[in-house]
């Protein structure tokens, strides 16, 4: 009766269907008055009430709703005025779209390794990577982790470095009471549909900077004024059509009416695993830091150690652990020195000279931490997950505690499995 799934065995239960994006009710009556209005495009009162209501969600002092979350890091690092011959640290351990912000401004993206307690950016990495040509440092809260903001900070203040926070795994976060994407000088975040508060498609940049919020304004609005901005205030600005339209604004505001309970329900869900997870043998969690005050995230992410389930490797797990939830559970980003999506080579347009196209190529870094966490040690439960009750969400740990029951089992059927494989003629 206690057979694994993958072994023959009956599943102790199936998780039930968490379909993504949830509907928060009110969105059809608010659509319908932006119909209604004529006002379709930028500007809108429901644009605006938004952007005030998340910019104080995240404690930013001004908040801009933008395309998408990689157009906001592209708007960013033109506000700070990046660009060719300049230099950018990135944690190697992220979604491809933070490195392409950087390539689309025609500066160098440095690529550097992440802590292995919750695969954020190294801060002594990040500064170990700093030369004369560095301008800027992007960190990102990646899944359930929070950068060390408190070093990152010094460490820029220290070198005279603008901080960029990606937070598009982190609607909600905080630090020491503080919203992420308002610690750094600008902060980014996606509303695309997999994200914990979406529209869809959507991004948004926060900053406390009365200068910055200016020249962002106009970065994303064909370099027009902010109205209401005054002539000191604001100059002229070369730029395109960044904007995000009235009616993803009226989706959002409607979302953010329900995010607070389910930002609630999601950290009683990580305690709850946290709780029940680090009493089995080989599976851990990722740090959090007592500076974490409220934890948002995209994802909740499990540490698995293939030694301790007799060397059954990172994938097997996943394919057993998925196989009893009746769920996908798998594997996070691939490090992007190996991604097939960051590929600089194949656009010319980066071929700006033959020094900045070598320099671009991520195959040249090596970031040991990322490849073992792609490679065999860390799994991704999704968060809307997190959003049911404990007594279905117990079914995870009452899962990979029988396949570490049955580790040995598990590990010979992979073996035997790689054997045949390998027998086989090509």
Same mark, same amino acid.
């Given at each position: 009766?206690?057979?694994?799934?993958?072994?023959?065995?009956?599943?102790?239960?199936?998780?039930?269907?968490?379909?993504?994006?949830?509907?928060?009710?009110?969105?059809?009556?608010?659509?319908?008055?932006?119909?209604?209005?004529?006002?379709?495009?930028?500007?809108?009162?429901?644009?605006?009430?938004?952007?005030?209501?998340?910019?104080?969600?995240?404690?930013?002092?001004?908040?801009?709703?933008?395309?998408?979350?990689?157009?906001?890091?592209?708007?960013?690092?033109?506000?700070?005025?990046?660009?060719?011959?300049?230099?950018?640290?990135?944690?190697?351990?992220?979604?491809?779209?933070?490195?392409?912000?950087?390539?689309?401004?025609?500066?160098?993206?440095?690529?550097?390794?992440?802590?292995?307690?919750?695969?954020?950016?190294?801060?002594?990495?990040?500064?170990?990577?700093?030369?004369?040509?560095?301008?800027?440092?992007?960190?990102?809260?990646?899944?359930?982790?929070?950068?060390?903001?408190?070093?990152?900070?010094?460490?820029?203040?220290?070198?005279?470095?603008?901080?960029?926070?990606?937070?598009?795994?982190?609607?909600?976060?905080?630090?020491?009471?503080?919203?992420?994407?308002?610690?750094?000088?600008?902060?980014?975040?996606?509303?695309?549909?997999?994200?914990?508060?979406?529209?869809?498609?959507?991004?948004?940049?926060?900053?406390?900077?009365?200068?910055?919020?200016?020249?962002?304004?106009?970065?994303?609005?064909?370099?027009?004024?902010?109205?209401?901005?005054?002539?000191?205030?604001?100059?002229?600005?070369?730029?395109?059509?960044?904007?995000?339209?009235?009616?993803?604004?009226?989706?959002?505001?409607?979302?953010?009416?329900?995010?607070?309970?389910?930002?609630?329900?999601?950290?009683?869900?990580?305690?709850?695993?946290? &709780? %029940? *997870?680090?009493? +089995? $043998?080989?599976?851990?969690?990722? =740090?959090? #830091?007592?500076?974490?005050?409220?934890?948002?995230?995209?994802?909740?992410?499990?540490?698995?150690?293939?030694?301790?389930?007799?060397?059954?490797?990172?994938?097997?797990?996943?394919?057993?652990?998925?196989?009893?939830?009746?769920?996908?559970?798998?594997?996070?980003?691939?490090?992007?020195?190996?991604?097939?999506?960051?590929?600089?080579?194949?656009?010319?347009?980066?071929?700006?000279?033959?020094?900045?196209?070598?320099?671009?190529?991520?195959?040249?870094?090596?970031?040991?931490?990322?490849?073992?966490?792609?490679?065999?040690?860390?799994?991704?439960?999704?968060?809307?997950?997190?959003?049911?009750?404990? &007594? %279905? *969400?117990?079914? +995870? $740990?009452?899962?990979?505690?029988? =396949?570490? #029951?049955?580790?040995?089992?598990?590990?010979?059927?992979?073996?035997?499995?790689?054997?045949?494989?390998?027998?086989?003629?090509?």
């Amino acid at each position: 009766m206690d057979t694994p799934v993958v072994l023959g065995g009956s599943p102790l239960g199936r998780l039930p269907e968490s379909p993504w994006p949830l509907a928060a009710g009110p969105e059809r009556e608010r659509l319908a008055r932006v119909v209604e209005s004529g006002v379709w495009a930028f500007d809108g009162p429901f644009e605006q009430a938004f952007e005030e209501a998340f910019a104080a969600e995240q404690t930013a002092r001004f908040g801009l709703c933008v395309a998408n979350g990689t157009v906001a890091l592209q708007l960013a690092l033109e506000a700070l005025e990046i660009g060719f011959g300049d230099e950018v640290i990135v944690p190697g351990f992220t979604w491809q779209a933070t490195v392409a912000a950087v390539l689309d401004v025609n500066a160098t993206p440095v690529l550097v390794d992440v802590e292995p307690e919750n695969y954020c950016i190294d801060p002594q990495a990040a500064e170990a990577a700093v030369t004369d040509r560095t301008r800027a440092i992007i960190v990102v809260h990646l899944y359930d982790g929070i950068a060390d903001m408190d070093r990152i900070l010094e460490i820029a203040a220290r070198r005279r470095l603008a901080v960029i926070e990606d937070c598009a795994h982190s609607h909600g976060s905080r630090w020491n009471d503080r919203g992420v994407g308002s610690l750094g000088d600008i902060g980014t975040f996606s509303f695309q549909s997999s994200k914990s508060l979406t529209a869809g498609e959507g991004g948004f940049i926060t900053t406390s900077s009365a200068t910055l919020r200016e020249r962002l304004y106009s970065l994303r609005n064909c370099g027009r004024r902010r109205p209401g901005s005054s002539d000191a205030e604001w100059q002229p600005i070369q730029s395109g059509n960044y904007r995000m339209s009235e009616w993803q604004s009226a989706v959002l505001l409607s979302q953010l009416e329900h995010f607070p309970g389910q930002l609630a329900t999601r950290q009683d869900g990580v305690r709850y695993l946290d &709780s %029940e *997870l680090t009493t +089995i $043998p080989g599976i851990s969690t990722t =740090l959090r #830091r007592p500076q974490v005050t409220r934890q948002g995230l995209y994802g909740y992410v499990l540490r698995y150690d293939e030694e301790a389930f007799g060397g059954l490797s990172g994938r097997g797990f996943q394919e057993a652990l998925s196989a009893e939830l009746g769920t996908t559970i798998g594997p996070p980003y691939e490090p992007l020195n190996a991604s097939p999506l960051l590929q600089p080579h194949t656009k010319p347009r980066h071929h700006l000279n033959d020094d900045y196209w070598r320099r671009i190529d991520p195959r040249q870094y090596r970031l040991p931490v990322a490849e073992h966490a792609y490679r065999s040690e860390a799994s991704i439960i999704p968060h809307e997950l997190l959003l049911l009750p404990t &007594s %279905e *969400l117990a079914l +995870i $740990p009452a899962a990979i505690r029988r =396949l570490s #029951r049955h580790a040995s089992a598990l590990a010979d059927r992979q073996r035997s499995s790689r054997a045949v494989a390998a027998a086989s003629p090509a």
